[in-house]
C-alpha cells in the first residue's frame, strides 16, 4: 500500500476512532458506575444526528444546527435518566436488556414518525474542498474538522474527570459507588448529569459523522456494538481506558478496511478481494477484543481499584 | 383433567393447518410456522440463558449457521433433508462447542460481550461469502426433502414444514420438562445459583456449562434450518446481534427459566407485530410499549403471570455470576 494512502488511511482511522470515543465514554460510565447495559445508548447518536439534520436544514447554519442538536439531546438524555433508566440501575442485566431494547424500537419507530426514515445533512459548503496536508497528500477539510472536534472534546472531558470537582465525583462513583454515596456524594443527582454529557456527546458524534455515513433510522444500532467493545476492551468505567480503545478499534477497523483489501489482491480475484477486506477487518475488531479480554480479562485500564 | 386438556390443546395445534384452510385463513399459516420457528429458538435461548443462567447475546449466530448450512447444501443441488439435517448440527455443534469453550471462561458482563462479538463475527463472514449471495442473502430454491421409507416429506408444503416443525418444538419442550428435574438439570441450576458451591460439591461445572451451550446450539441451528425451509432465503440479517437481541426479549417477555417461557414469548412478540402491523407501519412503536410494561409491571414475565409461586425454577442468578470485584 503506498505511504500516503496509509497516512490517510491512519488519519481517517482516528478520526473515526475519536468520534466511537465520544460514544463510548457516555456508554462506560453508565455501565461501570451504574452497572447498568444500555442498549439505547446507540439510539442517542441517531437522535442527535436526526436533530442536527433538521435544525441544518431549518436554519440553513450547519454550527447552529449542530448547537441546537446537541443541547436539545443533552435535555432529552437527562429526562430519560430521570424518567425510565434510573427506574432500571437496581434490576438485573436481563431486565436492562429488555427495557432498553424496547427503548430501541421506540425510538426508531418514533424518529421515523417525527423525521421519516432519513434526513439529507452535508458538510458545510465551506469545508467541501480539500485541504493539501503534505506534498501530495489531499485530505478533506470537513474530516479534518472532526478530527479537531474529537480532539479537543477529548482534552475537554480529560480535564472535565481529572481537574474539576464533578470529575472527582464521577471518578469515586466508577471506583466504588457504595463508598462514594456514604462519603455524600448524591449519585443519582450526579448520574443525571452525566447521562445528559454522555447524549450529548453522542449527538456530536451523530452530526459529525452524519454527513460522511448517512442519517438513517438504525443507525444506532451497529456502532452501539463497537462502542460496546470499546469500552470491554478499555477497560468498564474507565475514561481513559475509551479513548485509548476507540482509536486502535478506530485505526484496526479503517486501516484494516484499505489495507487487506491491498493485500488480498495480490491472491485473490478482485471483486472476492474487496468482499473480503472489509469483512475480515470488522472480524479483526472483535478477534483483537477476545485477544485483549484474555490476557487482560479486565480490559487494559480497569478502572477498580 | 389436566391431562385431557393437554391432549385437546396438542390435537387442535396440530390440526391448526386443516382448521385455517377450513375458515379460508390459509394466510396465517405462514406466521404460525413462523411463531414455530421462533419458539424453538427462544426455547434453546432460555436453557443457556434462563436454566443456566449464561447470558448469551450472540444466539442468533447458531439459527444463522443453521439456516446457511440448509441453505448452501440446497444451492449445491442437495435436497436430502437427513443430509441438511446432519450439516445443521455439524455445524452449528462445532460453532457452540468452540464459542462456548473460550466463551465460557469469562462470566458476568464479558460473557455479554464475547458471545457477542463471536456472532458479529459470524455475521460479517455471512456479509462476506459473496458464492453464496453475500450481504443480499442467500434464496433457497428448494426444500430438505426428508425421506421416511416410501414416505417423503417435502417440506416445500406449508403444511409439513407446520407439523414437522411443531414435533420439534413438542420434543423440545418435553425434553426440557424432564431436564428439568433430573440429575443434569439440578446440578446446572446449582451452578447458575452458586458455581462455587457446586464446584466445591464436585460438579465439573465448566464440562456441564459447555454441554448444556452446545445443546442449546444444536436446537438453535435446527431452528434456523426449519426457518429457511419455511422462508425460502437465509442471510447476514438472520445472524445479526439485534436478532439474538429479539429472541432474548421473547425469551425474558415470556418467562426466564419456565418451560412455556419462550413458547408464550414468541407466541405474544409475533402476534402482537402481527396484530399491530395490521393497524399501523408503526407496529415497532407500540410493542416497544408494552414490552417497557411488561419490565416495569410484570417482573417474572408472561409465564409468571400465570404460574402459582414456587412451581418455577426462580429468576436467574445473574449477579451471582459476577466477579466478586464487580459487586456493589
Known sequence: MPS????EQALNGLQFGLMLFLLAAGLTLVFGVMDMINLAHGSLYMVGAFLAAWLVGLTGSFTLGVVGAVALTFAFGMALEAGLLRTLYARDHLSQVLATFALILILNDGTRMVFGNDLPLSAPAALAGPVELLPGLQYPAYRLLILGVGLALA??????????????????????????TAMGVDIPRLFTLVFGIGAALCAVAGAFLGPLLAVQVGM???????????????????????????????????????????????????????????????????????????????????ARG | MRGAAALAAAGLAAALPWLLAALGLDFYLSLANRILVAAIAATSLNLVLGYGGLVSLGHAAFVGLGGYATGILVSEGVTNGWLHLAATLAVAGLAALVIGAISLRTRGVYF?????????????????????GG???????????????????????????????LAVLAVTLYALARFVPSRFGRAVLAIRDDDLRAEALGFPTYRLKLVL???????????????ANQQGYVGPNTLHWTQSGTFMVMVILGGVATVWGGVAGAVVLLLLQEVLGAWTEYWAFWTGWVLLAVVLFARRGLVGLFERRGRVAGPPAVDAARPAEQAP
Open chain 2, 112 to 132: 455479554i460481550m464475547i458471545t457477542l462479538a463471536f456472532a458479529q463475527m459470524l455475521f460479517y463472514l455471512a456479509n462476506s461469502i459473496k458464492g453464496y
Open chain 1, 220 to 302: 444506532g444500532e451497529n456502532i452501539l456494538i463497537l462502542a460496546f467493545v470499546v469500552i470491554v476492551i478499555g477497560g468498564i468505567g474507565s475514561i481513559r481506558g475509551a479513548l485509548v480503545g476507540a482509536i486502535l478499534v478506530g485505526c484496526i477497523d479503517t486501516l484494516g478496511r484499505t489495507g487487506l483489501q491491498h493485500m488480498f489482491r495480490a491472491f485473490l480475484p478482485p471483486q472476492w478481494a474487496s468482499a473480503a477486506g472489509p469483512a475480515v477487518a470488522s472480524i479483526a475488531v472483535y478477534v483483537f477484543m477476545a485477544v485483549v479480554l484474555a490476557f487482560r480479562p479486565q480490559g487494559l485500564f480497569p
Open chain 2, 213 to 227: 451451550f452446545v445443546v442449546a446450539g444444536l436446537l438453535a441451528g435446527i431452528a434456523g434450518a426449519l426457518g
Open chain 1, 155 to 180: 482534552v475537554l472531558l480529560w480535564l472535565l474527570v481529572q481537574k474539576t470537582r464533578l470529575g472527582a465525583l464521577v471518578r469515586a462513583g466508577a471506583s466504588n459507588r457504595t463508598m462514594a
Open chain 1, 4 to 7: 500516503l494512502l496509509v497516512v
Open chain 2, 135 to 165: 450481504d443480499e442473502g442467500l434464496i433457497i430454491r428448494a426444500r430438505s426433502v426428508f425421506a421416511l421409507g416410501a414416505l417423503a416429506l417435502d417440506l416445500k408444503n406449508p403444511t409439513v414444514c407446520y407439523e414437522v416443525a
